[in-house]
């Protein structure tokens, strides 16, 4: 499938499964990240929270099953093993050279922000309820199977992630398994909830996420403020007075509106015309500010990121969800 096929008939509007039965792919899949990397990883002094998510789906909720401070193999495999939990693990492209090399040229692709998580669940296991996130997700089946329900939006391409009831949700619109080496899409607010089946083997799974914060609203509340005051220091009546006792809820009548109305027409023509630039100041900054740069030849991806990040600031601070401090990262999707 080229990018005009996938643009044109699956960005925004439906999910998108593609299943590989290619050994070769299976198997580049799990070089990006397995189990064991993680377990090697802990010596790294790994925080909860910060680095690391213990979770886990029970009845419907989210158990949060982290600890304080430092990440220790032993205790982390203990959750694993015993308590059934699922393990998210934040901004993986840290620590692994092809990853930051793949989410780098994504966010040339997309000309955004791409944030990773990956996510570790044991057989017969689910470690989040349905929800909807903020955010484009890709899916990358890197071990074992999932068994993955999609359901209609209840808020169609959402900006803001939210938990959906079961009650309110009704039945799946797709049911997938995802296998070592499957791939899949689905558009922001798209419902959905994961388990593993039992019987088999860990399941193990990269999110890549983007687009968070990037619709025309955002744009429009980015551009219009600079654009407004450049034609306000050019156009008189922009910078006539309001009427009298508007701010007291006296003055907002219908000849109020219609001025409104036409003021934004003017404005809108100019912009149409191109006699006014349209210029993005906050989003921009954010992404340069915060991109991954180019993977400089030879080092780990550790040292890349600690040397080069701009700003030494990492995607995980740049890309909280709104409204949640648990350490979460876009697409939590588990």
């Not at 699956?10 to 050994?23: F, T, V």
């Not at 979770?55 to 982290?66: A, E, F, M, S, T």
């Not at 039992?198 to 860990?202: D, E, K, L, T």
């Given at each position: 499938m080229g990018p005009e096929q996938f643009f044109s008939?699956?960005?925004?509007?439906?999910?998108?499964?593609?299943?590989?039965?290619?050994?070769?792919?299976?198997?580049y899949y799990q070089s990006l990240f397995q189990l064991s990397d993680l377990q090697?990883?802990?010596?790294?002094?790994?925080?909860?929270?910060?680095?690391?998510?213990?979770?886990?789906?029970?009845?419907?909720?989210?158990?949060?099953?982290?600890?304080?401070?430092?990440?220790?193999?032993?205790?982390?495999?203990?959750?694993?093993?015993?308590?059934k939990a699922t393990i998210q693990f934040h901004q993986p492209q840290r620590f692994k050279d092809e990853l930051w090399k793949i989410q780098e040229k994504l966010e040339c692709f997309f000309g955004g922000l791409v944030g990773s998580n990956v996510y570790i669940t044991p057989q017969?296991?689910?470690?989040?309820?349905?929800?909807?996130?903020?955010?484009?997700?890709?899916?990358?089946?890197?071990?074992?199977?999932?068994?993955?329900?999609l359901y209609n939006p209840t808020v169609p391409l959402a900006a803001e992630y939210c938990v959906e009831s079961e009650e309110r949700i009704g039945s799946p619109s797709h049911e997938i398994t995802l296998k070592a080496g499957d791939l899949m899409y689905f558009p922001r607010g798209t419902i959905h909830q994961a388990s593993t089946p039992?019987?088999?083997?860990?399941s193990t799974h990269l999110t890549l996420s983007t687009y968070q914060r990037m619709s025309w609203g955002d744009l429009l509340l980015d551009?219009?403020?600079?654009?407004?005051?450049?034609?306000?220091?050019?156009?008189?009546?922009?910078?006539?007075?309001?009427?009298?006792?508007?701010?007291l809820g006296d003055g907002a009548g219908q000849d109020t509106s219609r001025q409104m109305a036409s003021l934004l027409r003017s404005l809108a023509e100019e912009i149409e015309t191109g006699k006014q630039e349209v210029r993005s100041t906050h989003m921009k900054r954010d992404f340069i500010t915060n991109r991954l740069p180019p993977p400089q030849p030879g080092g780990p991806a550790d040292t890349i990121w600690k040397d080069s990040c701009p700003g030494g600031h990492s995607m995980s601070d740049a890309q909280r969800p709104h409204g949640d401090n648990s350490g979460a990262q876009p697409g939590e999707n588990g």
């Open positions: 008939e699956y960005w925004e509007k439906k999910p998108l499964h593609l299943q590989r039965s290619d050994p070769a792919t299976a198997s090697n990883l802990c010596s790294h002094d790994l925080e909860y929270y910060t680095d690391v998510n213990v979770v886990r789906c029970i009845n419907g909720k989210k158990k949060d099953l982290n600890k304080q401070g430092k990440v220790k193999s032993s205790v982390l495999n203990k959750s694993f093993t015993q308590n017969e296991s689910q470690g989040l309820p349905a929800h909807y996130d903020d955010v484009e997700v890709f899916i990358l089946q890197l071990e074992g199977q999932k068994n993955w329900l039992a019987g088999g083997q860990h551009v219009f403020p600079s654009v407004l005051s450049a034609r306000s220091k050019r156009e008189v009546s922009l910078r006539g007075g309001m009427p009298r006792r508007f701010l």
